[in-house]
Antibody
Framework: EVQLVESGGGLVKPGGSLRLSCAAS????????VIWVRQAPGKGLEWVSS????????YYADSVKGRFTISRDNAKNSLFLQMNSLRAEDTAVYYC????????????WGQGTLVTVSS | QSVLTQPPSASGTPGQRVTISCSGS????????VNWYQQLPGTAPKLLIY???QRPSGVPDRFSGSKSGTSASLAISGLQSEDEADYYC???????????FGGGTKLTVL
């Protein structure tokens, strides 16, 4: 069974940093592009970042470029999101998801982890 | 303001057919395939339709998708109470070099 489990969320002050993790199981993690999507409270979905299977291709939304860094460890079946210079508007549930095939769709999602940026 | 435009709400009675529209531009829907996600209250999104009109295994054939030019639509026939959820369209945008989502449509089953 494919599973994605996020962790690392919490309360952080503006300007602070947080590192999210996503543990994958039930599939060959190293063969898939994985992504982060976030959802602010009561708002819609916003794509944050994508990383290809071998980390050759990395993309970021303009809203997080220069502040967030996506990475992965295929040996540990793990995806990460290092978030620096956090702002109030980064407050959201952060989901990791798997890309079904190159540039197709996100077929499996984690349950999400809440990040709250507040003083 | 989302790159893809969806109506904020839609509604129907049990058994009815409802459609949800998604409007974009030449750099997104016009150039790439469209996906639809269903998000039930308090849960993670679930892939409903991919590549414009393909259903993942387990998704009932009551759900169908289509695309024409720079617009796409999701149709739900034989509406059921459990279909009450938020629905999002999404696609890749060649100009932004990233994924874009619609603002979401809240479907109410009356």
């Amino acid at each position: 069974e494919v599973q994605l489990v996020e962790s690392g969320g919490g309360l952080v002050k503006p300007g602070g940093s947080l590192r999210l993790s996503c543990a994958a199981s039930g599939f060959t993690f190293s063969s898939y592009t994985v992504i982060w999507v976030r959802q602010a409270p009561g708002k819609g979905l916003e794509w944050v970042s994508s990383i290809s299977s071998s980390s050759s291709y990395i993309y970021y939304a303009d809203s997080v470029k220069g502040r967030f860094t996506i990475s992965r460890d295929n040996a540990k079946n793990s995806l990460f999101l290092q978030m620096n210079s956090l702002r109030a508007e980064d407050t959201a549930v952060y989901y990791c998801a798997r890309e079904l095939d190159t540039m197709t769709a996100f077929d499996y999602w984690g349950q999400g982890t809440l990040v709250t940026v507040s003083s | 303001q989302s790159v893809l435009t969806q109506p904020p709400s839609a509604s129907g009675t049990p058994g009815q057919r409802v459609t949800i529209s998604c409007s974009g531009s030449s750099s997104n829907i016009g150039s790439n395939t469209v996906n639809w996600y269903q998000q039930l209250p308090g849960t993670a999104p679930k892939l409903l339709i991919y590549r414009n009109n393909q259903r993942p295994s387990g998704v009932p054939d009551r759900f169908s998708g289509s695309k024409s030019g720079t617009s796409a639509s999701l149709a739900i026939s034989g509406l059921q109470s459990e279909d009450e959820a938020d629905y999002y369209c999404a696609t890749w945008d060649d100009s932004l070099n990233g994924w874009v989502f619609g603002g979401g449509t809240k479907l109410t089953v009356l």
